[in-house]
């Protein structure tokens, strides 16, 4: 019997998700496990594999197209066996469509009744509304005339026409106006190799806008690839919520920055003791374990707000951004406070090893209170991160450089990293973010600290 392969709900919050990529053709013999196709959702790139062994019968859903999560996306069966010729309705469809029609609206009177019932405060804000203004007119594109021989003349010579001015009736462009342009313009001095002028017409590139870097100024290949790689290209599905995501979030939240500079010296000989002693811990293991701790002292740092009310997290899900070629993830490490040092590293070890292979859960990348960032790795010197929506602050960690520091009086060289707190004003202020970001700082300095929680 045929088996239909539905399209996996990864998560509570997700709802939708893209095919972006098929594994698998119509005819393939496929065993379970093996991968299908990648789905991408707002948050990650995932694999979805089969749950069956057979014959790839049908696939209904292209590639780059976004369906509801359940939905029918293929067929697997014994070859030969007949399967419908589209999907069945999914199951959010279906509830969606015997769902009872929304009641009449009720008089104002009652309506009004009802709200006084609410046990919750209501905030409620009246705004007059504003007086009429002049709405401008939006300035319209305008429509370009031209003749069917001079659009094929024009697409011949891989040139664009919007550029040209036409003589003909009402501006109409027409094949002696495209002789002259591609005359004035230079178009007909230009040395162009066939290949070239193939890859062109294909991409509808502009040969008068490629730069020739071909013998003589010919416009080769490689010139024609270069221009196509110019072209605009529409966003990923996770690149466009990152730039929502993080729009809103320097728009919304009235950010402050607060950096120091950690002494790293000690701690990092100490750690080099421990690797001796087979206890490999990472240098992003002392910094998120000191935010842990810290996060604990300063409440209001593990609290988020909607710009009326101030919710503190008693929790500690502790994100931490992953760089993927793809885009930034934040993993979340739920109830970060019970976890011991070793505990701590191995979760960040498992979520970085997922991330990678794009294997996290949106489960695992939502829901994190406070987020660090560390781009140590990338030689910098310091930096300021901008806060994930929901959470009150965020926490960029730099590269640790050796630096000529003052130390008794005398000038010695020591591995100095600099750490910077970037804060929801509406949340804390200036001097509750310096206290915190220094206790980070005084942790990560304090070297009996670790010889505590690692002994």
Request: hydrophobic share 40%.
């Amino acid at each position: 019997m045929a088996q239909p392969v539905l399209l996996p709900k990864l998560g509570q919050t997700v709802e939708e998700a893209s095919i972006v990529k098929w594994h698998v053709s119509v005819g393939d013999t496929v065993k379970q496990g093996d991968v299908l196709f990648e789905i991408e959702t707002d948050k990650a790139v995932l694999e979805a594999e089969s749950f069956f062994d057979g014959t790839v019968l049908k696939i209904f859903v292209k590639e780059g197209e976004t369906v509801p999560v359940s939905t029918v996306v293929a067929y697997i069966g014994d070859k030969g066996e007949k399967v419908p010729d589209k999907p069945p309705m999914p199951e959010v469809a279906k509830k969606a469509e015997s769902a009872p029609a929304p009641s009449k609206a009720k008089p104002v009177a009652e309506e009004k009744k009802a709200v006084k019932q609410v046990s919750t405060p209501v905030v409620e804000t009246v705004v007059a509304a504003p007086a009429p203004a002049a709405v401008p007119v939006a300035a319209t594109e305008q429509r370009i005339f031209i003749s069917p021989r001079a659009r094929a003349f024009a697409k011949a010579k891989c040139i664009s026409f919007k550029a040209i001015t036409g003589s003909g009736p009402n501006g109409r462009i027409t094949v002696k106006d495209v002789e002259s342009y591609l005359e004035n313009s230079g178009y007909n001095n230009l040395r162009i190799s066939p290949a070239a002028k193939r890859l062109a017409a294909k991409h509808k590139i502009d040969l008068l806008s490629v730069r020739a870097t071909g013998l003589s100024g010919r416009i080769m290949v490689h010139d024609v690839e270069r221009s196509v790689e110019a072209q605009p290209k529409e966003m990923s599905k996770m690149r466009k919520i990152i730039a929502s995501r993080l729009t809103e979030s320097f728009r919304d939240i009235p950010h402050f920055y607060v950096t120091v500079t950690v002494d790293m010296t000690d701690l990092l000989i100490y750690r080099q003791e421990l690797k001796a002693q087979g206890q490999a811990f990472k240098v992003t293991d002392f910094i998120l374990e000191s935010t842990v701790l810290s996060l604990e002292e300063f409440k209001a740092m593990n609290s988020s707000t909607d710009g009326v009310n101030v919710s503190w997290n008693e929790s500690v899900n502790l994100g931490l951004a992953i760089g993927l070629d793809s885009g930034l993830v934040v993993a979340a490490i739920r109830n970060a406070q019970d976890l011991t040092l070793r505990e701590l590293s191995e979760q960040v070890a498992s979520m970085g090893a997922k991330a990678r292979g794009g294997k996290l859960m949106p489960d695992e990348m939502t829901g994190s209170t406070f987020t660090v960032t560390n781009m140590g790795m990338l030689g910098v010197e310091s930096f300021g991160a901008i806060i994930n929506p929901g959470e009150g602050g965020i926490l960029a960690v730099a590269s640790t450089i050796p630096t000529p520091v003052v130390v008794d009086g005398k000038v010695v060289v020591r591995q100095i990293m600099k750490i910077t707190l970037s804060a929801d004003h509406r949340i804390v202020d200036g001097t509750t973010g310096a206290a915190f970001v220094n206790a980070i700082k005084n942790k990560l300095e304090d070297v009996e600290l670790w010889k505590h929680l690692t002994s």
